[in-house]
């Protein structure tokens, strides 16, 4: 027979799995669950934010239809609770419209000591949304870092609680950026028996001469994103067609997210499974897309974080739509959150912590090319010495 301590761990955990919050479970009790404490002066302890900013840097230059860049600003998180630490995270790069000074602006705003109880998600995160319009990258550093924090309270990692199995996590694509023919054979020679599916940008005038590059030293399944860049969609479904003969097997974001319906008239007669990345920000957009895309690659710095983007994979799959996992260039802190509801998707993009030379973080690694998941508790990360 369980003793009461399992049993009170356990009805903690099935209540996170079924979408309950450990706040409800817990709202008629006078004692607190495992993992609480009280002082002894009859008080809960508070959380503590802190937060710096942390300069990513690349370790190639990365090049996609519109920009180049060697780094990419960004903002470290921790949030404290009796003596356990939560981290997030917030990166930058400068199609997201945000930067560190706005990012630490939005932070000084947040008054996390208002809330006695880390696992209200649903309260704490709904007045972190209010306080601004957008901000998103910023709302997902405190997201991500609730999530490891009361994962942590619990001794379960994020995966487990939301009832998925860790083994089911896909192959992840390895990005290789727009560049010369010679750097393109080295990036993709660098990969070779790591990766089992490229992701390569395209959406520039050499699109063509690049997948042939990349063709004449590797066979494997390439994903393409051509970020916005065909702007006509008899070119966009003619190049769909021409890349299925070289065995692309999907298309992100063809033509810029202005154009919906000629978005929608490429997707209705793509011979490939058509994603959202641009024209898709938050929960709200899914429903407006569904026609027009075939499925939806959700971002955690754009949809402010774990929370909002499990939300979205239930309302894709209740649509018949397919799902894509992303990342910006980032620390496995945040890489590893976004890895954790990975076994729910058909494609991941989750090679953002292996394009950069100064991670902070262990956590979600690389394994024969597949997303692997650790049994750490939370997001599922340590810090590195």
């Known amino acids: 027979m369980q003793n009461r301590r399992e049993f009170l761990k356990t009805a903690t955990l099935a209540a996170i799995g ?31 934010l802190k937060f710096f900013p942390y300069e990513l840097k690349l370790k190639h230059v990365f090049t996609v239809a519109t920009y180049s860049r060697t780094t990419t600003p960004d903002v470290q998180l921790e949030i404290e609770y009796d003596g356990v630490t939560g981290y997030g995270e917030a990166s930058m790069p400068p199609y997201l419209g945000q930067t560190v000074e706005s990012v630490m602006s939005f932070l ?57 199995n860790k083994e089911n996590a896909p192959s992840t694509t390895f990005t290789i950026g727009i560049d010369t023919p010679d750097k393109l054979r080295e990036k993709t020679k ?57 065995d692309i097997v999907m298309i992100e974001q063809p033509m810029p997210k202005e154009q919906l319906d000629d978005i929608a008239w490429v997707t209705q007669q793509s011979p490939l499974p058509v994603f959202a990345d641009e024209s898709l920000q938050r929960l709200g957009d899914v429903a407006d897309l569904h026609g027009a895309f075939t499925g939806i690659n959700i971002k955690l710095m754009k949809c402010t974080g774990m929370r909002e983007a499990w939300k979205m994979v239930t309302l894709a799959r209740a649509l018949g739509m ?42 979600m690694e690389v394994v024969n090319g597949k997303i692997t998941l650790n049994d750490l508790p939370g997001i599922g990360v340590s810090l590195l010495p």
């Open 18 to 48: 079924s979408g309950l919050t450990v706040g409800n479970v817990w709202a008629d009790r006078k004692t607190p669950p495992t993992g609480f404490s009280i002082n002894r002066l009859g008080k809960s302890p508070k959380m503590k």
């Open 108 to 164: 000084r705003k947040v008054d996390l000591e208002q809330f006695d109880d880390p696992f209200r998600l649903e309260d704490i995160l709904s007045y972190i949304d209010g306080l601004s319009k957008g901000d998103t990258a910023a709302k997902a550093a405190i997201d991500i870092a609730l999530h490891d924090l009361t994962g942590k309270l619990l001794g379960a990692p994020w995966c487990k609680l939301w009832g998925l």
């Open 190 to 246: 660098e990969v070779a028996g790591m990766f089992n599916i490229l992701k390569v940008k395209l959406g520039r005038d050499n699109d063509k001469e690049m997948i042939e590059t990349i063709r004449s030293v590797s066979s494997l399944p390439i994903a393409i994103d051509a970020n916005q860049g065909w702007k006509d969609k008899y070119y966009a479904l003619d190049m769909i067609h021409w890349l299925k003969e070289k």
């Open 322 to 363: 397919k799902v894509m996992v992303g990342c910006m260039t980032e620390t496995s802190c945040a890489v590893s959150a976004a890895a954790q509801f990975s076994p729910a998707v058909d494609f991941a993009d989750l090679d953002g912590n292996l394009l950069i030379s100064n991670d902070r973080f262990k956590g």
